[in-house]
């Protein structure tokens, strides 16, 4: 357990809802150079996602509870099957067609940076490394997830303010309410149960940067986007054998 754990926690998840404002920011005020980026942004991010969930949480929580591959699992559907029902059941409706394209995205969006806000509480509960090392992959998705949010929004038909207002609530203001809400809870937890927890925000953590990154950036391919990945990768390992 850390000491003034609670202000560390809550530090790091409010830096990540500060970086998701600058991304919409950006993407509001210098539009052009934002789009650009993203797709780099995205790479690099899922790279330290990937690495970091596979060579550290994931074997972490394996140590602590002897079922995590059960919860892993669990953690990954779970996103995995949110995703889908928000978007049979939003787009489905002919009257909301117009906004479909970006409210599908806001409300899964909202509802992972909400996560993400239980996983700083989960991680560095664990311990100052593990919460470290997610802090990380998370503060470097959350640039993206800013400008992906807002220019979903603004393509869907909505005004700019408006466009700001919900990508900002959703995006960014989520991850440190939920590190608010869950941190009383999470830092008095049996090991187990934070294992399987850890466990199941691997899960999400894998999906959010294999699934729900590296896709996205596929479909817009740059000359040097394999090399903005392997650098995430890179990065990731050199963190974990050096502090391992």
Not at 4 to 13: D, M, V, Y
Not at 113 to 141: C, E, K, P, Q, R
Request: proline share 5%; hydrophobic share 50%; aromatic share 12%.
């Amino acid at each position: 357990m850390i000491e003034n754990g609670f202000g560390i926690t809550f530090a790091a998840s409010l830096l990540a809802g500060i970086i998701t404002t600058t991304g919409i920011l950006s993407m509001r005020r210098f539009e052009r150079w934002a789009r650009e980026q993203t797709t780099y942004f995205a790479c690099f991010a899922a790279g330290i996602l990937i690495a970091v969930s596979f060579l550290h949480l994931v074997p972490t929580s394996f140590d602590m509870n002897p079922q995590a591959p059960i919860y892993l699992f669990s953690g990954y559907m779970a996103i995995h099957l949110l995703n889908r029902f928000l978007t049979v059941y939003v787009c489905d409706k002919p009257k909301t067609a117009s906004y479909a394209f970006g409210l599908v995205p806001l409300i899964g969006i909202g509802f992972h940076s909400l996560i993400d806000g239980v996983i700083f509480s989960i991680s560095f509960n664990v311990s100052v490394f593990t919460g470290t090392m997610a802090a990380l992959g998370m503060v470097l998705h959350e640039f993206p997830e800013g400008v992906l949010t807002y220019a979903l929004l603004i393509r869907s038909g909505f005004s700019r303010q408006k466009g700001f207002l919900l990508s900002f609530f959703a995006a960014a203001a989520t991850t440190p309410i939920g590190t608010a809400l869950s941190y009383p809870l999470i830092s008095n937890v049996d090991p187990q149960v934070l294992g399987a927890m850890l466990a199941l925000s691997s899960g999400a953590l894998i999906y959010v940067g294999a699934t729900h990154l590296l896709p996205r950036a596929e479909n817009e391919p740059r000359r040097y986007s394999l090399l903005a990945f392997l650098a995430g990768i890179v990065i990731a390992l050199t963190i974990v054998f050096s502090s391992g």
